[in-house]
Each structure stands twice: as structure tokens, then as C-alpha cells.
Nanobody, 123 residues
Framework: QVQLVESGGGSVQVGGSLRLSCAAS????????MGWFRQAPGKEREFVAT????????NYADSVKGRFTISRDNAKNTAYLQMDSLKPEDTAVYYC????????????????WGQGTQVTVSS
């Protein structure tokens, strides 16, 4: 089992920044690829970014490329999502997820999920 706890959400104005954190515990969390997903009201959960278990490979949704940065610190068992130049359309509940070894952009491929953290961007 891997337990995930997100933090760092909040309300910001357009163009602002937030940094989300995802603390992992349980089985050797460093062996797990991490993903960030988001879900806006009335919409399906969507892929935002993933990072490989060693941190050497990242992938981003086109909608966030160049604005968001995913990273991880395996010594701290923590993954991060730095979000810059935020837009109103980034408003959603953000979830981190863990999948053994290899990342995926499909939410259904992840076994472990955090509880989510709300991000609200206002104009």
C-alpha cells in the first residue's frame, strides 16, 4: 500500500503561482511513478503531468506545458507540481497518484490516489 497526501492548494488570481506537494508513505514510494491529475466540476478527471520513478522522464498535458513543472524528491518521498501563469481554466481539484514503476497518462492505470486539493484561479 502507498498512502498519498496532497497539500498546497488554494485561491490565486490569474497569472499567479502555486506549488502542490504530494507526500507518499508506505511501500517503497520511490519505486512508483507519480502523476498529477485534475477534475473540474462536471468534467472527467484529466491528465496533467507525470514523472518517472527516478525522475528522469516527465510528460505534460498540452494545456499546461510551459507553465507547470513536475518534480520529485525521493529522499523525502514527495512529488511536486509547480504551477505558474495560472488561468481560470486551471480551476479544479488536483489529485496525485502513484503507479508502480512506469508512468501513464490514463487515470485508470493508477492504483493509489490522494484525497485531492482544491485550486481556484480567479480573474
Amino acid at each position: 500500500q502507498v498512502q498519498l497526501v496532497e497539500s498546497g492548494g488554494g485561491s490565486v488570481q490569474v497569472g499567479g503561482s502555486l506549488r502542490l506537494s504530494c507526500a507518499a508513505s508506505g511501500r517503497t514510494a520511490s519505486n512508483y511513478a507519480m502523476g498529477w491529475f485534475r477534475q473540474a466540476p462536471g468534467k472527467e478527471r484529466e491528465f496533467v503531468a507525470t514523472i518517472s520513478w527516478r525522475g528522469g522522464s516527465t510528460n505534460y498535458a498540452d494545456s499546461v506545458k510551459g507553465r507547470f513543472t513536475i518534480s520529485r524528491d525521493n529522499a523525502k518521498n514527495t512529488a511536486y507540481l509547480q504551477m505558474d501563469s495560472l488561468k481560470p481554466e486551471d480551476t479544479a481539484v488536483y489529485y496525485c497518484a502513484a503507479r508502480y514503476l512506469n508512468p501513464s497518462t490514463a487515470p485508470t492505470q493508477y492504483n493509489y490516489w490522494g484525497q485531492g486539493t482544491q485550486v481556484t484561479v480567479s480573474s
